[in-house]
Structures are given as structure tokens and as C-alpha cells.
């Protein structure tokens, strides 16, 4: 079965400061490994899918399968970087179905 | 962007009454997906559809049942509420359906 892990319920860093998210994940297919993000009273939405292996406010992420990890990254994090983040793995189910399983996430507090 | 919408936004219930959470969007998407989010657990899989009058279980189905007569319409119907169905229910919906989801906003649910 697939599994998402994300080590660190709670990480805290100074403004400024490099930030890394955790993610591992298990998963016998090919992954498709997804960033999302939750700002405070806001929908989920779409930060990073790792195919596209683009950089969106100025988060980067790389799947590495050998370690199966697809941390989080940013150089230098602002205040509103400020949120809850999940790592989502995406699976086939068969039939035409697909399934989007979350980490539990980790919440980022940027310290001003 | 509301392109895909929850309702309510609040509700409380007792306990053993039936209750239904509606989600509605616009897009015309062919899946559609229900989870659930609490603290220590992330969000986890209600029901998913991958069209209209398809539906299969997620990871925590029991107790709640969904129908979609309308691809444009995904509800949520708890039979009997029970107090550990207190959470914040999230639908959301795909094209691809293995990325690109669209969150609603999220229905906070109290069971008393």
C-alpha cells in the first residue's frame, strides 16, 4: 500500500532562513508526488507537481527514488511562506480511477 | 475562484441525525473527491467518482455515502453523525484525475 510521510508536525524557522519540508513516501509503482499548500483560513491548492520540476515561490522539490523522498525546499523563507503543507502521493486505482493520498503535514511558522 | 463550491460552511448536529454536504462545481470535471482533515491525521480519503454514477471508497468510508447523479454535483450524506465525525470535510475536483485537484472551502462539521 502507498504511504506519505511527513516527519515534523511543526517546524519553525527565522525569516531569512533555508527551510526543508520532509516528505517520504512508499509506493511498489511510479510515484507522482505533489506539494500542496494551506495558508490560515484558505482552500488547499497546488504548489509543486515533482514532473513538472518547476520552482513556485521560490520552493523547489526534488523526487529522489533512491531515498523515495520529495522534500520541500526554499532557500530563504518569508513570513508568509506561514502554513500548513502536504505532500500528496497520486496512484492508479484501475478502471480509470485515481487516488490522491496525504501526508498529515507539517506546519511552517516563519519567525519574523 | 468559485468554480467549485461547499455548502454549508458550518453545521452542527446531534448525534444519529442524517446530514448531508453538498460540493457543486462548475467545471464540468470528471472526478470528484471527499476527504476528510483532522489534526494528527491529514487529510484522508472519503469517496472518490471518476465520472457521474461512478463512485468507489477511499480509506475511511464507513458511516458516510455518496451519490453522483450529476457531474456537477458530488454530495456527502452522513447516515447516522456520530462525534468522531467531527472535522472539516473537503471536496475537490479533477480533470486528469491524478493532479490539477480543486479544493473547496471546506465545511466545518460538529457532531454534539
Known amino acids: 500500500a502507498q504511504r506519505v510521510t511527513q516527519p515534523e508536525k511543526l517546524l519553525s524557522v527565522f525569516k531569512g532562513a533555508p527551510v526543508e519540508l520532509k516528505c517520504n513516501y512508499s509506493?511498489?509503482?511510479?510515484?507522482?508526488l505533489f506539494w500542496y499548500v494551506q495558508y490560515s483560513r484558505q482552500r488547499l491548492q497546488l504548489l509543486l507537481r515533482?514532473?513538472s520540476r518547476e520552482s513556485i515561490k521560490g520552493f523547489t522539490a526534488d523526487l529522489n527514488k533512491g531515498e523515495t523522498s520529495f522534500h520541500l525546499k526554499k532557500p530563504f523563507a518569508q513570513e508568509e511562506d506561514s502554513a500548513m503543507y502536504y505532500c500528496?502521493?497520486?496512484?492508479?486505482?484501475?478502471?480509470?480511477?485515481?487516488?490522491?493520498?496525504f501526508g498529515k503535514g507539517t506546519k511552517l511558522s516563519v519567525i519574523p | 475562484d468559485a468554480g467549485i463550491t461547499q455548502s454549508p460552511r458550518y453545521k452542527i448536529t446531534e448525534t444519529g441525525r442524517q446530514v448531508t454536504l453538498m460540493c457543486h462545481q462548475t467545471?464540468?470535471?470528471?472526478?470528484m473527491f471527499w476527504y476528510r482533515q483532522d489534526l494528527g491525521h491529514g487529510l484522508r480519503l472519503i469517496y472518490y467518482?471518476?465520472?457521474?454514477?461512478?463512485?468507489d471508497k477511499g480509506e475511511v468510508p464507513d458511516g458516510y455515502v455518496v451519490s453522483r447523479s450529476k457531474t456537477e454535483n458530488f454530495p456527502l450524506t452522513l447516515e447516522s453523525a456520530t462525534r468522531s465525525q467531527t472535522s472539516v470535510y473537503f471536496c475537490?475536483?479533477?480533470?486528469?484525475?491524478?493532479?490539477?485537484?480543486?479544493f473547496g472551502s471546506g465545511t466545518r462539521l460538529t457532531v454534539v
Open positions: 500528496a502521493l497520486s496512484r492508479y486505482s484501475g478502471a480509470g480511477s485515481y487516488q490522491l493520498t
Open positions: 509506493y511498489s509503482g511510479s510515484p507522482e
Open positions: 467518482s471518476a465520472a457521474a454514477d461512478i463512485t
Open positions: 515533482h514532473i
Open positions: 475537490a475536483s479533477s480533470e486528469e484525475g491524478n493532479y490539477g485537484y480543486t
Open positions: 467545471w464540468s470535471h470528471s472526478y
